[in-house]
């Protein structure tokens, strides 16, 4: 158990379709985050929420939508996607008052846009 | 803005050589945290270490060390006795220490480690 969950691991989608990722932790962490990962570019950050609240949106297209209903889970629902937006997508979390605990990390959702 | 700098996209070692991954960083701030993560095939993102910029002792977890040089902004890792389980794609992070508000990490763009039988 890695204690952040991300569902589902895998997604095939096509552009017209809309989706949702789901991460879950109960590490008692106060702040979640997406990242994007593609091959041969650095972590891309997507969103940020600290105590539910959306702290940050690092220039993400709309067709992205984040969603935090508690501190515990976060989703990314997608609509609308292109192909360059295929990639890996991370959920990590953290306990935010306390600076040096580093990240917690999912396994991903590898998401392939058709 | 600080920055995370990876100059190594691959490196290969032999099992049971020794191998130092390159990390370098620009930053303006004088208390903050450095990572090392890796992630293997299975693609969860684990940590490694971890360095803070106050402690001049380099850290060390097991196998792995660093060598933290703050003047230099260098942070590399050292791997000994490396097994074919440390096949992986490694990430060097930074952080603020601030705790006030959220900080994100700042990440280099990976070097993958091959270990060779």
């Known amino acids: 158990e890695t204690g952040v969950t991300q569902t589902p691991r895998h997604l095939v989608m096509g552009m017209t379709n809309k989706k949702s990722l789901k991460c879950e932790q109960h590490l008692g962490h106060n702040a979640m985050y997406w990242y994007k990962q593609s091959a041969k570019k650095p972590l891309e950050l997507m969103f940020v929420?600290?105590?539910?609240?959306?702290?940050e949106n690092n220039s993400v297209p709309s067709r992205f939508s984040p969603e935090c209903p508690n501190s515990s889970h976060l989703f990314l629902h997608l609509h609308t996607l292109q192909p360059e937006d295929s990639a890996l997508y991370l959920c990590a979390s953290s306990q935010e008052n306390r600076a040096g605990s580093g990240y917690t990390f999912g396994s991903g959702t590898r998401l392939t846009v058709v | 803005a600080q920055t995370v700098t990876q100059s190594q996209p691959e490196m290969s070692v032999q099992e049971a050589e020794t191998v130092t991954l390159s990390c370098t960083y620009d930053t303006s701030e004088s208390d903050y945290y450095l990572f090392w993560y890796k992630q293997p095939p299975s693609r969860q993102m684990i940590l490694v270490i971890r360095q803070e910029a106050y402690k001049q002792q380099n850290a060390t977890e097991n196998r792995f060390s660093v060598n933290f040089q703050k003047a230099a902004k260098s942070f590399s890792l050292k791997i000994s006795d490396s097994q074919l389980g440390d096949a992986a794609m490694y990430f060097c992070?930074?952080?603020?220490?601030?705790?006030?508000?959220?900080?994100?990490?700042?990440f280099g763009t990976g070097t993958r480690l091959k270990v060779l039988a």
């Open positions: 929420y600290n105590f539910k609240e959306q702290t």
């Open positions: 992070a930074y952080r603020s220490a601030m705790t006030s508000g959220t900080y994100k990490y700042i």
